[in-house]
Structures are given as structure tokens and as C-alpha cells.
């Protein structure tokens, strides 16, 4: 009965997989093997292959990789210290709090912060440095990205440090260990599933990015998903921007199973 019951439960969710995860990526699929005039080809995976889109393929990898970098080298310690306040699950709620915010508004917020006569300039001015051209720049492009990814790698860093048994690094302070190697050999280490399920979520939408590259990097940053944002809306080109897609949750695919969680023989 047990078992009856909770195949019973399984419906909806399997529906839900079939309808709105495997039917689209089986479209995407499908799309991918025609041409702009509706023939049959193979010509899109030809093309995928010419210098223009492994040089655009390695430039999304480079961007996503700078933004999970960033983000990483941020939410860590300020995770950390978050585990140590008086009121963390406070200081953790007001960090998350942006993130729902609509993503389009918050761009527009930084094109006016950056923008010549924004907040970022004026600032510039005061501290005698002189206005820059800060928009349209790699430099805003990473920094707005990161801003945008932060709580999302924050979170489960946090999880992770908040969960870790404090009377291991007790016991490594006792025998001897610097504040350095406990954190090597001990705190790290056992954070891991949480920095991997961090760079998870950062990384992988990170590669498709496509609105952050026209509104704050002016187009100057072209990345896979820019490329799929003009084949479909712009040329029309649905099959080259299917099999853009489709490389694109390939590699998906392969950075979850990388990163994924193992499995820990116990001896």
C-alpha cells in the first residue's frame, strides 16, 4: 500500500518533468537540425564548430568563470562571518532580500550608478580621480554579475559553515594547528558540497547571460547566450539558435555531474 501510494504521489511531479524539462529540451533538439528556410541539415553543428562560436563558447566559459571566481572569493568569507553574528539569520535575510527584485530593474539601477553623471563618477570626482567611462566596460559587466549572483552563492556556503561541528575546530586548535591549516585541512574541506553547490548555481546561468551583456556591456560582451537571444528574435535563425542551446545544456550537464556530490566510502 505504501509503495502504491507514493507512486501515487510521483504523478504530478513526473508529468511536470515531462511537460516543462524533457518536451522543451526535446524541441531544442528537434529545432537544431534545420535550417533558417525549414530543411533538414546538419549544417548547424558544422557551423557551431567554426571559429566564431568556439571563440564565442570560450569567452562565455572565461566570463562565467571571472563571475563564479568573484562571487566565491566574496560570499565565503562573508558567509563565514555571517556564521558568527548575534542575529546571522537576520544579516542572511537582508542579503538575500535584493535577489527578489526584478533583474531588469536592477540593471537599470546600475546604468544609472555607472553611467557619466551617476553616483559611481561623482565619487570618482570627489576622491580627484575624474569621471570614467565605467559603463559598457568588462569591469561593470563582472561587477554587476557578481552583484546579481552574490546571494545565491552566499546561501549555501552558509548552510554548510552553519552545520559544521565547531568541536572539530576545537580539536584542531588543540593539537596545535594554525588558524591557516584549520582552515585548509578542516573548515574547507568539509564546506566543499557547500562551495560546489555555490559555484553550481553561479556558474551555470552565468553562461547564458544575455541581458546583462546589452544593457551593461553594451554588446561589447558577446556570450552564448546573447548569440541564442539574436538567432531567435533577430535572424530568425531558430535552428543555429537551437544548437547553440543544445551545446549549451551539454555543458550544463557535465559541470553538475563535476561538481556534483560524491558519495563517501565509509571504511
Avoid at 572565461?62 to 568569507?77: D, E, K, V
Avoid at 538575500?96 to 550608478?113: D, E, H, T
Avoid at 559611481?120 to 570626482?125: D, T, V, W, Y
Wanted: charged fraction near 10%; include cysteine.
Amino acid at each position: 500500500m505504501k509503495s502504491n501510494s507514493r507512486n501515487l504521489y510521483l504523478i504530478p511531479y513526473v508529468i511536470w518533468i515531462l511537460l516543462f524539462v524533457v518536451t522543451p529540451i526535446l524541441l531544442v533538439v528537434y529545432y537544431s537540425f534545420f535550417d533558417i528556410e525549414g530543411h533538414f541539415t546538419f549544417d548547424n553543428y558544422k557551423k557551431f564548430f567554426t571559429p566564431v562560436y568556439l571563440k564565442m563558447t570560450a569567452s562565455s566559459f572565461w566570463y562565467a568563470f571571472l563571475i563564479t571566481f568573484f562571487s566565491l572569493l566574496i560570499a565565503y568569507p562573508t558567509a563565514y562571518l555571517l556564521t558568527k553574528t548575534k542575529h546571522k539569520q537576520l544579516w542572511l535575510l537582508l542579503i538575500i532580500v535584493p535577489s527578489w527584485i526584478n533583474l531588469l530593474l536592477k540593471a537599470y539601477a546600475f546604468i544609472g550608478i555607472f553611467g557619466t553623471y551617476g553616483a559611481a563618477n561623482s565619487f570618482l570626482e570627489v576622491m580627484g580621480i575624474g569621471s570614467k567611462q565605467l559603463l559598457f566596460t568588462d569591469f561593470s559587466f563582472i561587477f554587476v554579475s557578481v552583484y546579481i549572483f552574490l546571494p545565491f552563492m552566499i546561501l549555501p556556503i552558509f548552510n554548510a559553515l552553519d552545520e559544521l561541528n565547531p568541536s572539530l575546530i576545537d580539536a584542531s586548535n588543540d593539537l596545535g594547528a594554525s588558524p591557516w591549516t584549520t582552515f585548509t585541512r578542516v573548515i574547507f574541506p568539509l564546506t566543499l558540497d557547500g562551495v560546489k553547490s555555490g559555484c553550481q548555481v553561479v556558474f551555470i546561468p552565468a553562461l547564458s547571460l544575455f541581458m546583462l551583456t546589452r544593457l551593461i556591456a553594451g554588446n561589447r560582451v558577446i556570450t552564448l547566450g546573447t548569440a541564442i537571444e539574436q538567432h531567435f528574435l533577430v535572424t530568425q535563425d531558430w535552428g543555429m539558435g537551437s544548437t547553440i542551446a543544445v551545446f549549451l545544456i551539454i555543458a550544463m550537464v557535465l559541470i553538475m555531474v563535476l561538481t556534483g556530490k560524491r558519495k563517501r566510502g565509509i571504511i
